[in-house]
């Protein structure tokens, strides 16, 4: 496939993922809801880019991600797009892997620790003054290549 025409054909995509679900449209698209998939399309575009410049044209086999729980990331989609942004590339076929980091944030008045779900929240003791402290990765922790 020509550069052009994949560029054409992610357009497509971005297109479609940005306007949700239509009339006949089955999947993951019509159950995580309209647009969402683009914010995922971009960043396996940048992962695939990253990826092919530093490792010039080796194939690669495995990559490893760190998503973090609050990056705003969702690791379903990031998995579909990153699938359709290797075609014809040296990363096409790598099998990919995400390993999910969760929410730890440090209270500024108790300085307990706790683990959080959404980048705001409470500390048991009742303040909401919480510092993240991880859950905001979004990083190639591995490759593995011929």
Known sequence: MQLSE???SLGRLAARLHRGPTSGDTGPVGELGSGVWVHELAIGQSIVAA???RLEGERVHR?????GQLSGVVPDALRFCFEVCTRDTPVEGALLEI????GLARCGDCEREVEIDAPFGVCDCGSPSLEVLRGRELRI???EVD
């Open 6 to 8: 994949q560029a054409g």
């Open 99 to 102: 390993r999910e980091v969760g």
């Open 63 to 67: 990559l490893v991600l760190e998503v």
């Open 51 to 53: 990826v092919t410049e």
């Open 141 to 143: 922790k591995e490759i």
